[in-house]
């Protein structure tokens, strides 16, 4: 399955990152920011890490998440 299969019920996803790609574990319409909380699009998903598997809205959220001092 891939995120164009994904039903967009509403509901959140469980998705399971890996490098350059992720697999839908449990279909949805989003994921939600570990940094800021916001609502992600799985069609808009590109910021991950897969080794804390947390999903990021945007470059600057992913430079939080992955520790980087001086991100905004």
């Known amino acids: 399955m891939n ?6 019920d509403g509901k959140e996803a469980i ?3 890996d490098d350059a790609e992720f697999h839908i574990v449990h279909p949805g319409a989003f994921v939600v ?3 800021t909380g916001k609502r992600i699009l799985l069609t808009d998903l590109r910021y991950w890490n897969v080794d804390k598997q947390e999903p990021y809205a945007d470059a600057s959220a992913a430079m939080k998440g992955f520790g980087y001092k001086g991100a905004s």
């Not at 995120?3 to 967009?8: M, R």
């Open 3 to 8: 995120p164009f299969d994904a039903p967009g």
């Open 15 to 17: 998705i399971e990152y």
């Open 33 to 35: 920011c570990a940094v």
